[in-house]
């Protein structure tokens, strides 16, 4: 399906800065190791206290961009991204680099992100008609698992013969040609016109005033709000958060596993991730296909329980070629299931949300999921230390399996109309 010029400008900003970013995996990681010579503990606060922080930040950014053209608040996002990262290589180049600044940048990149997701998903409804949403996130969510691929074996190289600080710069200058393609967007985008009836979140103004209403302190919340009160979109809202978050979790013990007690060499620690993300690449190529056939609710629910069902196999890594082909194997599955997910979830989130509700609806799930990952890894890392690395995998494995009933009102629940009716508060709908 043809889905304009306009669309393809926003996909190759996306691309390119998707590529910056998983060309500097780890980047601040090493920089903090290789450069800092900063211990595991600082280590694990940058890896988690940064994105943590960087999402409480971003919570009043919802509302501030919800009655605000998107484009250039995507641009502003984008520029502040490189500027910040920028600064990595300019105080490293000065010799005045520390772990402070590591720190600080994190959060202001991990805000900012938050930003840019939720205004480029409020930008892609208005940019694209509804019969196109499955088709440009299905586009979005296989070029996110190309960059997957791709980018950390090129960073490792990159980091190898210039050093870590080197591919900051490079993800510094992804940003800022995504910026430029967003600026290449052609068409007038039109501010959203903010409702001034007082339904108790924003202050009313005069008739006939061309003042903005003034948002109250309730409206941060008004994501959260939709998201909670949608039968449609809240236990998709729970499910994922909890799932991510589990994930997420077995990340390090694997990890510490993997690498201390199994032996397994890091390159094939690296291998044995980054090959099962072709099944990405897989899954968002099936999701427009299968929901065509099957329809949204029953692919939802299917692959939303598979992807859940095939962590606590990790558990049973053993040293040696069998255990690489073990995880391997389990990470093939997940991700493949998460590739055919992700685009549908995507997708059925925009119809299901008020035009003039996006924003806030998107930066509340971004949050949510940001943080509940934030303190599951720190919670499952304390659990790794007391009971030992393979029972805390075993334990986000079980707890995982427990979260498919979370989904079964997609399987009982009357299917829904194509989109949600505006808010009360909210303009008539455009399309």
């Known amino acids: 399906m043809r889905l304009g010029s306009r669309f393809g400008w926003l996909w190759a900003a996306y691309a390119v800065s998707a590529a910056g970013t998983w060309l500097a995996f780890d980047a601040f990681a090493l920089i903090a190791l290789l450069v800092l010579h900063a211990g595991p503990a600082q280590v694990a606060l940058l890896a988690s206290a940064g994105p943590a922080v960087g999402a409480v930040l971003a919570v009043p950014l919802g509302p501030w961009m919800e009655f605000r053209r998107k484009r250039p608040v995507m641009i502003m996002a984008d ?203 897989l899954g968002s190529r099936l999701a427009r296909p299968l929901a065509a056939r099957y329809g949204r609710r029953r692919v939802l629910l299917s692959s939303g329980v598979l992807r859940a069902c095939w962590p606590a196999g990790l558990a049973l890594v053993r040293p040696g070629v069998p255990g690489l082909v073990l995880v391997m194997a389990v990470e093939l599955c997940l991700i493949t299931c998460a590739g055919v997910f992700n685009p549908v979830l995507a997708a059925e989130r925009l119809e299901r949300t008020p035009d003039d509700r996006v924003a806030r609806t998107l930066s509340a799930w971004s949050v949510s999921t940001k943080t509940g990952t934030a303190a599951l890894t720190a919670l499952w890392g304390l659990l790794a230390s007391l009971t030992g690395p393979r029972t805390a995998i075993a334990a986000a494995g079980v707890l995982l399996l427990a979260t498919a009933p979370m989904l079964r009102s997609l399987a009982t629940g009357r299917p829904s109309p194509a989109s949600a009716p505006p808010s009360p508060a909210g303009p008539p709908p455009t399309r």
């Not at 600064?87 to 805000?111: D, I, K, N, R, T």
């Not at 052609?186 to 005069?206: C, F, N, Q, S």
């Not at 990340?251 to 099944?279: E, I, N, S």
């Open 79 to 281: 520029l502040v991204r490189c500027a910040a990262l920028l600064a990595v290589p300019a105080a490293h180049f000065l010799g005045v680099l520390g772990f402070g600044q590591l720190l600080l940048v994190s959060m202001v990149v991990a805000a900012a992100d938050l930003t840019f997701t939720a205004a480029s998903g409020a930008h892609l409804k208005s940019l694209v008609p509804r019969a196109g949403l499955l088709t440009a996130t299905s586009r979005f969510e296989s070029t996110t698992w190309t960059a997957t691929v791709l980018g950390p074996p090129l960073g490792g190289a990159a980091v190898g013969l210039f050093g870590p600080v080197v591919t900051v710069a490079a993800n510094a200058l992804s940003f800022l040609l995504s910026a430029l393609g967003i600026r290449a967007i052609k068409g007038t985008e039109t501010a959203p016109a903010r409702p001034p009836r007082d339904l108790g979140r924003v202050r009313e103004v005069p008739p006939g005033s061309r003042r903005l209403a003034r948002p109250r302190a309730a409206d941060l919340l008004e994501g959260w709000r939709h998201l909670l009160t949608s039968p449609e979109l809240r236990p998709l809202f729970l499910n994922t958060v909890l799932v991510n978050g589990l994930i997420m979790a077995q990340a390090p013990p694997l990890a510490v596993l993997m690498l201390g007690p199994l032996g397994f060499p890091p390159w094939q620690y690296g291998l044995a991730f980054a090959v099962p993300c072709l099944g990405g690449l």
